[in-house]
């Protein structure tokens, strides 16, 4: 690492304070959901995901509530 990278880093650390945390925010059936569906909002207060609640049929969740559902 040169001279010039350190006093870089060295500038960035001192101005960005970060706070760490960790919450649940919904418990998955892990049995049932579709792993490609699952999205997380950019702020990470929200998940959505796609859960098979019968055969050949499929729930919209947000939040760990069911929305709509429909057939495929």
């Known amino acids: 690492m040169g001279k010039s990278d ?7 650390e001192a101005s960005t304070k970060r706070v760490v945390s ?3 925010v919904v ?3 892990s049995s049932k959901w579709i792993p ?4 997380v909002s950019p702020d ?3 998940v959505t995901y ?6 050949n049929r ?3 969740v947000l939040d760990g509530k ?3 559902n429909m057939m495929a």
Request: charged share 40%; hydrophobic share 30%; net charge positive.
């Open 50 to 55: 796609v859960s098979e609640i019968g055969r």
């Open 6 to 12: 350190k006093s870089i880093r060295g500038k960035n």
């Open 22 to 24: 960790e919450r649940l």
């Open 36 to 39: 490609a569906s699952f999205k």
């Open 27 to 29: 418990q998955i059936d």
């Open 58 to 60: 499929f729930a919209v």
């Open 66 to 68: 069911e929305g709509g």
């Open 44 to 46: 990470s207060r929200r």
